[in-house]
């Protein structure tokens, strides 16, 4: 029991500082300035809908993506590495990847007149929470769980991200109030030294892999 906790723990962590949901309150709180608390509020809902039904789609269907293209989990694993190793570096610097989002899509979103549902979906849920990074990183971990139950807790801990998401994006101003500019720019580096370190890591694995090492 207490192994399946200590896996729980570090797959649901992973996928918190990949996904960051701290970091999403500037960006949540600027595209939804003009709305109410309840349309907030919806929005928080279908969004951590939204991360829930991507991630476990991706989590569900991964081997059969690499099936497909022929593409085998230790080359994922490098090509994932590398790819969390450029978000890391980008958030140790206290700013979101441009992996998930650029400046200029933030900006797009901010300016033009959206529907709650489109800021849920487009660009809060997706890319900016389940991006590149969350996607790979669930397709791996299903992809390297050799039983049931460790299938089960990846499954389990995206239900504990959406609930995060939901939770944090709900309290949004609150969270920004607590912790601040700064406060959130320290969050999102500490969550960039842990996805630093699974990058590297996620590298390692997939060379050993690929050569047998």
Known sequence: MIEILKHLLIVYG???AITNPVGTVPVFLSV???LSWRERREIAVKTAITVVLTLTTFAL???WIFEFFGSSVDAFAIAGGILLFRMAMEML???LSSV???REETEEFD???VTPEEVAVIPLAIPLISGPGAITTVMLYMAKSATLVEKAIVLVSILMVGATVW???CSAEKVKARLGRVGIKVMTRMMGLILTSMAVQMMINGIKGAFGL
């Open 111 to 113: 300016e033009e007149a």
């Open 61 to 63: 269907i991964g081997q």
């Open 93 to 95: 610097s206290g700013k």
């Open 32 to 34: 939804t300035h003009d």
């Open 100 to 102: 998930k989002i650029s």
């Open 167 to 169: 939770l944090t994006l």
């Open 14 to 16: 992973g996928l918190f």
